[in-house]
């Protein structure tokens, strides 16, 4: 096939990887399966381990193209550390790609994986190269977001179709056509085509045989009628006289016709389309001819992502049994263990606390006791104050072997 299997563990890593140059600030990666795990040593990935910066990392294989082939790109990734800003994706380069100059601005073919920036803005990026230009898909895919690791899948398919997996459950699939601007639209309004003038779209209109009752009262005030000018009025100073307004108490409100349907209802109008002259059909759309460099190029401000488990293949349900054998094995386990480590940590800063707290207020007490008693009663009782910074070292040696044995707790 033209799609080679490439299963990429991350054991003897820096032999095959290879850590850009472009600029001298990058991030480095670690090898380690984090702070909770399935098994130590099998779930040990390439993690980020300084916050701010870009990683700019790479592997190369074999040119292959996946032309008439299913192309499948998999790989897991556990942002651990509650990642608030940056990318976990992966990136495929073709074979012009100087792995020691790779940075953002470096060509690149496919890049696909979770991208998070704030709150409530995560998606699946999946971003295809097309007639030279890149094409972020129109169909918003929502990425998982816990600490937990996941298993992200691209399938594109020589038939223009592409799928989205994460954890090996469809969260999108459809025509590469239909989900991206890689072409013109099939169809388009016709330019000639026009409203008429007497379409009617309205739904429902003012009865026409309705009319206002005769002794419909429609004034909320009128003049009171037993109000009279004064006899000392002066219209020719004072203007015409009018008498004050009263609240009408037979006012109904202001009237208005009832509603019905209308009869002359045509619906909304909608623009006719036509074909597009200028849309052709391209069954190359995706196809990629020297795919050899699979890369992380991210940027993060929180670090502490681990990835693991790459790969490329053209085989759909082989890519799906090894998600099954290497994420399914150790998902339930990891969430397990992440909720004991999580409870421990969150005992931990308890007691801490408590501990500040006590601190804080033995302290308040020793102030009091100073301003209270005078500089001589101090000085008699200084083998008191001995004694008290004796037994306060001892209880914090004490604390501290709790502390120890907390931490020992925590690698089990």
């Not at 991350?10 to 001298?24: L, T």
């Not at 006899?231 to 208005?256: A, F, R, S, T």
């Amino acid at each position: 096939t033209s799609v080679p299997i490439l299963h990429y563990f991350i054991y003897g890593w820096k032999k095959r990887w290879v850590e850009s140059k472009h600029r001298p600030d990058y991030g480095k990666f670690q090898l380690t399966a984090g702070k909770f795990y399935g098994d130590k040593e099998k779930d040990k990935g390439l993690q980020t381990s300084e916050d701010a910066k870009f990683y700019a990392l790479s592997t190369r294989f074999e040119p292959f193209s996946n032309e008439n082939e299913t192309l499948v790109v998999q790989f897991s990734v556990k942002h651990e550390q509650g990642i608030d800003c940056g990318g976990g994706y992966v990136k495929l380069f073709p074979d012009t790609l100087n792995q020691e100059d790779m940075h953002s601005e470096s060509e690149y073919y496919v890049m696909f994986g979770p991208d998070i920036c704030g709150f409530g803005n995560n998606k699946v990026q999946v971003i295809l190269r097309y007639q030279g230009k890149y094409h972020e898909n129109n169909k918003a895919i929502k990425c998982r977001i816990n600490k937990d690791t996941h298993l992200y899948t691209l399938i594109i398919r020589p038939n223009a179709t592409y799928e989205v997996k994460i954890d090996n459950q469809q969260v999108a699939a459809g025509d590469l056509e239909d989900d991206w601007d890689f072409l013109p639209p099939r169809k388009i309004k016709d330019p000639y085509a026009r409203k008429p003038r007497k379409w009617d779209e309205r739904l429902q209109i003012e009865d026409p045989e309705d009319k206002k009752p005769e002794d419909w009262e429609d004034f909320e005030y009128i003049p009171d009628p037993d109000a009279k000018k004064p006899d000392d009025w002066n219209e020719e100073m004072d203007g015409e006289w009018e008498g004050p307004l009263i609240p009408n108490l037979n006012y109904q409100g202001q009237w208005k016709p009832r509603i019905i349907d209308n009869p002359n209802y045509q619906g909304e109008w909608i623009h006719p389309e036509i074909d597009n002259p200028k849309y052709k059909p391209d069954p190359t759309i995706c196809h990629y001819y020297n795919i050899s460099v699979l890369g992380l190029d991210l940027w993060q401000v929180k670090s502490g992502s681990i990835f693991d488990n790459f790969l490329l293949t053209n085989d759909e349900e082989f890519a799906e049994e090894v998600g099954n054998k290497t994420w399914g094995i150790r998902k339930d386990v990891e969430t397990q263990w992440r909720e004991l480590y999580e409870e421990m940590e969150k005992r931990k800063q308890e007691e801490e606390a408590k501990k500040t707290k006590e601190k804080e207020e033995e302290r308040e007490d020793d102030i009091w006791g100073i301003e209270e008693e005078g500089s001589e009663e101090d000085s008699a009782e200084t083998p008191g104050n001995d004694r008290q910074m004796k037994e306060d070292e001892a209880e914090s040696g004490f604390l501290g072997k709790n502390e120890v044995r907390v931490d020992e707790k925590d690698e089990l």
